[in-house]
Nanobody, 121 residues
Framework: EVQLVESGGTLVQPGGSLRLSCAAS????????MNWVRQAPGKGPEWVSG????????SNGEFVKGRFAVSRDNAKNTLYLQMNNLKPEDTAVYYC??????????????WGQGTQVTVSS
């Protein structure tokens, strides 16, 4: 069974940094693009970042503005999201999601349970 388990979310001060991880199992991780999606309180879901299966191409949502970087380690079946210069508006539940193909943001077929990121002083 496809399993995606996010971790690393916590309370962090504005301007701080955080790295989220997503441990994947139950499928050939290196064959699929992966994505990060977030949902803030009172707002709809926002696509954060995507990375192709080989890890050679990435893209971020416009709100990221260079602060976040998605990466993957196919040997470890793990997806990462490095977040820097965090802002209160980054507060959200962050989900990793498996794509249907080798390219990101096509069809997100499987989602993890999410990890809470709270940015507050």
């Amino acid at each position: 069974e496809v399993q995606l388990v996010e971790s690393g979310g916590t309370l962090v001060q504005p301007g701080g940094s955080l790295r989220l991880s997503c441990a994947a199992s139950g499928f050939m991780f290196s064959n699929y693009a992966m994505n990060w999606v977030r949902q803030a309180p009172g707002k709809g879901p926002e696509w954060v970042s995507g990375i192709n299966s080989a890890g050679s191409s990435t893209s971020n949502g416009e709100f990221v503005k260079g602060r976040f970087a998605v990466s993957r380690d196919n040997a470890k079946n793990t997806l990462y999201l490095q977040m820097n210069n965090l802002k209160p508006e980054d507060t959200a539940v962050y989900y990793c999601a498996k794509d249907r193909s080798n390219w990101y943001s096509t069809d997100l077929t499987n989602w993890g349970q999410g990890t809470q990121v709270t940015v507050s002083s």
